[in-house]
């Protein structure tokens, strides 16, 4: 690098890397190559030296080259694959800087694919130039269906031309197909590890999307087993791939390992492409910290996910302002949320693969906001275009806040069938949750908000009790209201104060005072009067005072009384949580 930046006579440069290109790799004692100290960028370092020395003229070799450096380094990759068309690389290197180009430049990929479309093709070629045409077109935010059609039956086509085609129809939103597509080349053997890899992905990250959760991690699992040693497998996809199957442990309900994973990614080795690999591990993190109840830990690192961005990867980019204007809502900044969905909404290009879980994002700013009937309106939206693009998970999660926002019979019935496709221990208690509120249930409602508290879902638990509270008020059953207030205010106090609609019944909700509160929890743990004096500074006589008045307001007798009413499960993610980044 240093030299090549010098200010040497071209001759001296193109000699030096002569030389360096000549030179075998670093041996250690025993006299074997030592491959740890020679890795595969070296080589990928070696072959933009011949570029840049003007020393590289063969464009086989430099196709093969820049394919590896997708692997890696998006910049090289773009850097080797063009030399390869000025060397005369004809169709085959078009095609190959095509798809190197496809997700971050569809502009220019455009330009090559029509140039290319204009020439006589054989039928392969042919169909290779309408599949990425295709996925262009569904970049753009546009339907590929037409051209997919065009293409001609792909399963019998080669497998870069069924990748590319399965990848359009992930982002397409047709992920079904996708994953019909990707799956078997993700576990061929006889494919290369790159072509395993982006198969993997797309595979992979359609699973997570259509509810096939465990299916998700068995084949990332699989993958990272059989090519995580592989000299390529590091880079853009590799971070995409952990991102997917984040998204599959969060959607079971996982959220410790979600958010484990996302953290040891950051620092992964290998992962040389850092400009596109750390936003998505960020965003994996925020959405965690979201769920948690973490609004402001969630927001600093969607801005920052926006920032590495940079204006790049703008679906990418729209859908994060989605989920940044939820953590602002969330925490009391509804200014600042209503400008990220303006900018949500402006947003050049958006997939219809993250278009349910953009207008699910609307759904919660506006009932953080108040606006209930808007909430519900923009819920079912969610919920229906979810549901007909197959999106299990998404359309459980808009069915749930449909009830939640105030019509549970709406979407007891579609809550019910979501939660049938989707697998692990989330998705049953999001359905019950409709269920309860359906049937008016407040008992069923405070096991819920249990369950979901033991999962880490702090502001879907409180949501829980506040409507068991709610619920419990309006019949008069004041043991009830107090038992899920106490619950409420217990989940509320626990960790970042959340601007969500559960909050404001608190206001109103019948509990316990501070003082009594103190006394209760030590009766209902068996502790005697005297033990509650000496350890409150409390006299006797204003302890029993204290408990006459515990009893009458919720209806209960003796110590046995108050501990099944003031019995709840503690969030398990807080003991060992990790300190947020």
């Not at 994996?284 to 790049?312: F, H, I, K, N, Y």
């Not at 940044?324 to 303006?342: F, I, P």
Request: negative net charge.
């Amino acid at each position: 690098s240093e030299w090549l930046q010098s200010a040497l006579p071209e001759s001296r440069r193109r000699r030096l890397a002569g030389q360096l290109v000549a030179s075998p790799p670093p041996s250690d004692q025993a006299g074997q190559a030592n491959h740890s100290d020679h890795a595969p960028a070296d080589s990928l370092r070696i072959a933009l030296l011949r570029v840049q020395a003007g020393l590289a003229t063969d464009p086989m070799a430099l196709m093969a080259a820049g394919r590896v450096a997708m692997r890696h380094d998006a910049a090289v990759a773009h850097t080797l694959l063009r030399a390869a068309v000025a060397a005369g690389g004809g169709v085959p290197g078009r095609l190959a800087l095509a798809e190197s180009l496809a997700l971050s430049y569809p502009e220019e990929t455009r330009a090559l694919l029509d140039e290319l479309a204009a020439e006589p093709l054989p039928d392969e070629l042919t169909m290779a130039v309408m599949a990425l045409s295709a996925l262009v077109t569904t970049l753009d935010g546009d339907d590929p269906r037409q051209l997919l059609a065009t293409a001609g039956d792909v399963q019998l086509a080669p497998p870069p031309i069924r990748l590319a085609t399965a990848m359009a129809h992930l982002l397409g939103g047709d992920v079904a197909q996708a994953v019909a597509l990707a799956e078997p080349l993700a576990v061929d053997p006889q494919l290369p590890g790159v072509a395993r890899w982006r198969a993997a992905l797309c595979a992979v990250a359609g699973m997570a999307t259509i509810g096939q959760l465990d299916a998700a991690i068995q084949l990332s699992d699989r993958t990272f087993a059989e090519l995580g040693d592989e000299p390529d497998s590091g880079g853009f996809d590799v971070a995409a791939l952990l991102s997917a199957v984040i998204l599959a442990h969060e959607r079971r309900g996982d959220l410790r390992t979600a958010d484990t994973m996302a953290r040891e990614a950051l620092v992964r080795p290998g992962t040389d492409d850092a400009a596109r690999a750390r936003p998505r591990m960020l965003q994996c993190m925020a959405r965690v910290a979201m769920l948690r109840g973490e609004p402001t830990v969630a927001a600093r690192q969607m801005r920052e996910v926006l920032s590495d961005l940079g204006g790049s990867d703008e679906s990418f980019a729209a859908w994060n302002l989605g989920l940044l204007a939820v953590a602002d809502a969330m925490r009391g900044r509804l200014d600042l949320a209503m400008q990220s969905l303006a900018e949500m909404d402006s947003a050049p290009h958006d997939l219809a693969v993250y278009r349910p879980e953009q207008e699910l994002c609307r759904a919660d700013v506006l009932a953080c906001a108040g606006d209930l009937p808007g909430a519900r309106v923009a819920a079912i939206g969610a919920a229906g275009s979810a549901w007909s693009l197959g999106h299990a998970p998404v359309a459980l999660m808009a069915w749930n806040a449909v009830a939640r926002y105030g019509d549970p019979r709406a979407a007891r019935d579609g809550a019910r069938l979501a939660a049938s496709q989707v697998d692990g221990p989330l998705a049953p208690v999001l359905a019950s949750t409709v269920e309860a509120l359906a049937e008016s249930d407040a008992l069923g409602l405070i096991d819920v908000g249990d369950a979901l508290l033991l999962l880490g879902f702090r502001p879907l638990a409180a949501d829980a009790y506040a409507s068991a509270a709610s619920l419990s008020a309006r019949r008069g059953d004041i043991a009830g209201e107090i038992r899920a207030a106490e619950r409420l205010a217990s989940v509320l106090h626990a960790g970042e104060p959340i601007a969500v609609p559960a909050a404001s019944v608190l206001s109103t909700a019948r509990t316990l005072t501070a003082r009594e509160r103190d006394v209760a929890s030590l009766a209902a743990i068996g502790a005697s009067d005297i033990d509650i004096a000496q350890r409150l500074g409390l006299s006797v006589r204003t302890v029993q005072t204290h408990l006459a008045h515990v009893y009458t307001k919720t209806n209960t007798r003796g110590r046995r009384g108050l501990a099944d009413l003031l019995s709840f499960p503690t969030q398990s993610t807080n003991a060992d949580k990790p300190t947020p980044v």
